[in-house]
């Protein structure tokens, strides 16, 4: 279309409405559809949108604005069809002149144009609604739902073109063909664009929206980008906590759950993103287990992570809260889910994010009896599940999480040491091999290194874990000078967690602090330096664990140090009980 052309057009477009305007509206819609390529397609929206100017005749934004003002007024139907076709391939994939488009107020229209007779007009309202949706702003979103934008696109998606439905629209526009299902594919589309928006959320459900999704996603005979729009509509929809539960009593997880098998990828990420969505809400994550979703997930965590690593990340998402529930766990158990995650917790064939979800899944199926979230201090029962344990042990897992303890990535520590404590709590086989892992000097380094509540809690109960199933363990990490660390935990620590379970592992160790937290003395305070030792020796309560011959040798020091330099009593007492056995007052 010459400059010449595009000047005819535009005069033609102009208000007020002339019957050249549907010759016209064709013009400037075969400038588009007879580009041969997207670029050059693109040259030709770019020519549309364009400022043009003749003597004292100013066109800002070019056709776009003419074609938006006409809509409302177009009563004839080779008109209106002829108008709504140039806007809709004029703005497609091309922000100026969606932009354009928006200014000039088009959302209110085109929602209008969805009750159209006309299919082909039904149709390029819904092309046009869902390029603003997806392109425009949030602002467009919101007109569109004003206007019953999200009712009239459901009531599309709803219908079916019949032949006999088909014969009702009259003669076929030889101009402008159409092919039946082409409108309702756009409308889902539309949908999908627009769920994302806080009132398509809270409507879905009173307009029929939802009930819709879930119908097409259960059919057998949609198309593949039905399927698709309607997984991503569903996935949008459920965000909402109130969703979750309709998406359930409307029966909508048997469908997601097929949709994990489909021959489309985006279909299968989709749909796993919607499960996760729902895993969220702890009272529906049986109704996923009973599903049969645990396959479906786990076949999807074993494609090729170069073309489906988002589709890892939603299915190890969704298995990760489902290992929390006990039925998830026996589904995890039965469908071997140990080697699909011992892949996934390979840094060559996972991100970072997908090895996070999967030590989430890891630590949570193998901790019985108690609920969890990824980020987390762990909660553990007094044992691990154990069948998991079995099975995680096999399959090469303690040696990954180690690993991952071992590795640069700090954002998966936390996540990382909290597998290690539920592999190996009560575990003797996971504990030794956790030693030939190097998991102790991995676990001691975390605890001196780090600061976090997180890391360090998770740390000491992976620790803890290690060296009550596996003595080696605990001689280790005493070796790695863990004792000091756990010491200035005990007494310095902001979090009474950590405080608490480093004074744990210290009983567990056979090593006792000389002062709490405060500062407040928790040994001398139980000596009487001038009674005799064995009769104190009866009295000392068994959880302080004084060696009392130890100590005889260094009685006097003590004494001074009690009436010259009080601040010295903490130290001694603490040296004497980190190496009771082989104290030298000399040397202190």
């Not at 050249?20 to 030709?44: F, I, P, W």
């Not at 009702?168 to 409308?187: D, H, S, T, V």
């Not at 064939?349 to 009896?369: I, Q, R």
């Not at 756990?486 to 608490?500: A, P, Q, Y």
Request: hydrophobic fraction near 50%.
């Amino acid at each position: 279309m010459a400059d010449a052309q595009v000047k005819k057009a535009l005069k033609d477009l102009s208000l007020p409405l002339k019957p050249s305007a549907t010759k016209a509206a064709l013009a400037v819609a075969d400038k588009v559809r007879k580009a041969g390529t997207s670029a050059q397609q693109n040259d030709a929206r770019k020519m549309l949108g364009t400022r043009y100017e003749e003597k004292a005749l100013v066109w800002e934004g070019g056709v776009i604005p003419l074609l938006v003002a006409l809509l409302p007024l177009c009563k004839e139907k080779p008109m209106i069809e002829a108008v709504s076709l140039a806007l809709s391939l004029a703005i497609t994939d091309y922000e100026p002149n969606i932009a354009l488009a928006a200014e000039a107020g088009v959302e209110k229209s085109l929602v209008e144009l969805c009750k159209n007779a006309s299919f082909l007009v039904q149709q390029h309202a819904v092309t046009a609604i869902t390029q603003l949706c997806v392109h425009g702003t949030a602002a467009s979103r919101a007109k569109i739902l004003a206007a019953g934008g999200l009712k009239a696109l459901t009531t599309i998606v709803k219908e079916v073109d019949t032949d006999d439905v088909i014969q009702k629209q009259g003669p076929p526009n030889k101009l402008i063909p159409y092919k039946p299902g082409q409108r309702q594919e756009e409308a889902i589309a539309a949908i999908c664009a627009i769920a994302c928006e806080a009132k398509t959320k809270k409507t879905a459900a009173e307009v029929g929206t939802l009930k819709q999704l879930i119908k097409l996603a259960a059919d057998e005979n949609a198309s593949p980008r039905f399927k698709e729009e309607a997984a991503g509509a569903l996935l949008h929809l459920v965000t909402e906590p109130f969703n979750r539960a309709l998406c359930c009593q409307d029966g909508g997880i048997p469908p997601l759950v097929s949709l994990l098998s489909s021959s489309s990828l985006l279909a299968q990420t989709r749909a796993a993103g919607a499960l996760r969505q729902v895993t969220e809400d702890e009272g529906l994550r049986d109704q996923v287990v009973e599903a049969e979703a645990m396959k479906g997930l786990l076949a999807l965590c074993q494609l090729p992570a170069a073309t489906a690593s988002t589709a890892h990340l939603e299915a190890a998402g969704a298995l990760h809260q489902l290992a929390n529930q006990p039925p998830g766990k026996e589904q995890l158990l039965f469908c071997s889910a140990a080697p699909v995650l011992a892949v996934l917790l390979t840094p060559e064939s996972s991100s970072a994010p997908v090895m996070g979800n999967a030590l989430a899944a890891v630590a949570h199926a193998c901790t019985h009896c108690a609920v969890n979230s990824p980020g987390t201090i762990l909660q553990q029962a007094a044992t691990g599940f154990v069948p998991l344990q079995d099975q995680m042990g096999a399959s090469g897992v303690v040696a990954k999480v180690v690993a991952v303890c071992e590795g640069l990535a700090a954002e998966m520590h936390g996540q990382a040491l909290a597998a290690l404590a539920a592999l190996t709590l009560q575990h003797a086989t996971n504990a030794r091999l956790a030693a030939r892992a190097g998991g102790p000097r991995a676990v001691v380094e975390l605890l001196k290194r780090r600061g976090e509540e997180v890391v360090l809690a998770n740390g000491i109960k992976a620790l803890h874990a290690m060296a009550a199933a596996e003595n080696f363990n605990a001689r280790e990490a005493m070796a790695l000078g863990v004792t000091a660390r756990l010491l200035g935990l005990k007494r310095e620590s902001e979090s009474e967690v950590v405080r608490e379970l480093a004074t744990a592992l210290l009983e567990e160790l056979g090593v006792h602090a000389a002062v709490d937290h405060l500062g407040r003395v928790l040994i001398t305070n139980r000596l009487l330096l001038a009674a005799p030792y064995h009769l104190q020796a009866q009295k000392v309560v068994a959880t302080v664990g004084l060696h009392l011959a130890a100590l005889r040798s260094c009685r006097e020091m003590l004494r001074e140090a009690l009436v010259g330099e009080r601040r010295l009593v903490g130290a001694l007492v603490e040296v004497a009980l980190r190496d009771c056995l082989s104290f030298d007052p000399a040397l202190a």
